[in-house]
């Protein structure tokens, strides 16, 4: 009995079918690196709104001899603290921009919502600009 021929179709879709696998294969390795890669930019921007938040309340609040939070008149500015509100709901419209794009990696990801941000302060914001300390500058 005569092996069977191998005709160029044939071999047209084995080369076919394994550029498929392969092209398959690297699409998946780098959907999962920028899932992942969106997921650590989402963290960064939870623990930044977080923080900002945190800013807010040393800014109204303090702790009193029960461990209740209190309102407490401070000297500073509405700017500042209109400012650190802007701050917070940037980074809590990124943290949610990236989730989606670490959920979602194949599709289109424009994560900065930007500009409302700067026309609302009047500037970029930047991570530096932080407070350091329980009251604005």
Do not use: C
Request: hydrophobic share 40%; charged share 35%; no cysteine.
């Amino acid at each position: 009995m005569r092996p069977p021929a191998i005709r160029i179709r044939s071999l047209m879709l084995v080369v076919a079918a394994a550029a498929l696998a392969v092209w398959g294969t690297l699409a998946w390795q780098r959907m999962s690196r920028l899932s992942k890669f969106y997921a650590r930019q989402a963290l960064e921007h939870e623990w930044g709104e977080a923080i900002t938040e945190m800013d807010i309340d040393r800014i109204m609040y303090e702790q009193n001899d029960k461990g209740h939070l209190v309102w407490v008149e401070r000297d500073f500015k509405k700017a500042d603290l209109d400012l650190l509100r802007a701050r917070a709901r940037r980074e809590g419209d990124l943290k949610r921009a990236y989730r989606r794009a670490a959920r979602y990696p194949w599709l289109r990801a424009d994560p900065d919502p930007g500009g409302e941000y700067r026309m609302e302060v009047g500037w970029p914001i930047k991570r530096s600009d932080r407070l350091s300390s329980g009251h604005a500058h």
